[in-house]
């Protein structure tokens, strides 16, 4: 089997506290040697040299929140589109959000979406399954058998769990398999027929809100439950600067939480609405400055663990209606990592070791999966990334089969050059 060298690359590794320039060989799919020289070659076959010189070279990128349509939803992204998306991003793995049709609550549906991807052969996704069944809210799925089946965690995806005591019991019964739920935090209640965040733009706007107190008291629910019953609760999507004030003194009591905050969320805010454009349409709804701020702070200190795509394709017919009918939801695979680098490391929010711990090792550790580290022996999973390429955002050159970013025509720094899948190189960008 041939070997890879990566030469002459900035070794960003969270997992073992490394930045510096060296050599990387990669031998049999996993990682095997540093300080390499260029001239050593491989002991099993022919190497291929991949001259990194100015670029980060990055264990491979996780994200643990993406929809992939499929099954069910093709028409706005299957399980092989969603997975290219994946690798244009740099994502090297993914974990698939359960809003499928059918839902992923049987061990049928999680070994589909298994099959499905190993089919496309392009980075390794990981199934969520549901908490309920039929992400009803109403009766628990059976987690021990999707648990058998490769389910990696449990969600009802963008269906938060309602009712306190189906919630309690689910964290009770997950802690005989250590996984953790995936929550997401609305109170349908109060977030109501709303279309964006409650405030002076929506007053202004005249459209129906949804207060940041819908996220922030099911937040508040969640951490309790998960308190008493020492359950593993992981907050998706976190917007909210109560929400996040919540979680940090959770974090500051020992409670078993984590939380994870999108791109968009730290990016973009509620101004964005004054266009009507319902590709900013999204739940949780892009928020006030004051916001986006607690956003950046939370990931400066800890509070925000994990930085996750919440990638949601909706075909181009369903986002050209009206605001008020038009679905939630933003394709995010492709721009997540500029992002990251535009608006968290160039600015100095974050330095390259921690944006990458929140794309690589704390996702991994979250779902518990061996992946995210460079170390060796560990399977050769590799995002390389030019830090300083510019590009202009166009959807109509994505491989995500959905168009709906809030993104488009925005001039960002960074992206993936090559990503490289258990030592095999599964994407290359064109010069």
Known sequence: MSGILITNGRVVDPSQSMDRVTNILIEEGKIAAYDVAIDAGSTNGTTTTLDA?????????????????????????????????????????????????????????????????????????????CVSKNRSGEELAEMGTLVD????AFSDACSPVSNPELMRRALE??????????????VRELSGDGVMHEGLVSTVLALPGMPADAEAVMTSRDISLAESTGGRIHMMHISAAGSIDLIRRAKSRGVRITAEVSPQHFSLTDESLRSFDSNCKINPPLRGQQHVDACIAALKDGTLDVIAS?????????????LDQAPFGVIALETTLALVITKLIRPGHLDWLTALEKLTIRPARVLGISK???????????TIIDPDETW???PD???????????????????????IVSGAVKFERDA
Request: proline share 7%; aromatic share 6%.
């Open 173 to 186: 019964y997950l802690l005989m398999f250590d996984k953790p739920l995936l929550s997401h935090p609305e």
């Open 310 to 322: 919440d990638h949601q394709p909706q075909a181009v017919e369903k986002k050209m209606q009206e």
């Open 149 to 152: 089946a490769g389910a990696v």
């Open 392 to 394: 202009i955002v166009d």
């Open 53 to 129: 010189s100015g670029k980060i070279v990055a264990p491979g990128l996780i994200d643990m929140h993406a929809h992939l349509g499929e099954p069910g939803g093709e028409e706005d992204e299957t399980i092989e589109s969603g997975t290219k998306a994946a690798l244009s991003g740099g994502f090297t793995s993914i974990a698939c959000a359960p809003n499928t049709n059918p839902p992923i609550d049987t061990q049928g549906t999680v070994q589909f979406v298994k099959q499905q991807a190993a089919d496309a052969d392009n980075c390794n996704v990981y199934p969520i399954a």
């Open 372 to 382: 995210g580290t460079l170390q060796i022996g560990a399977d050769a999973d590799v």
């Open 397 to 419: 050159h994505f491989f995500s089969k959905s168009e709906n970013t809030p993104f488009g025509g925005e001039t960002l720094y960074g992206r993936a050059r090559t990503v």
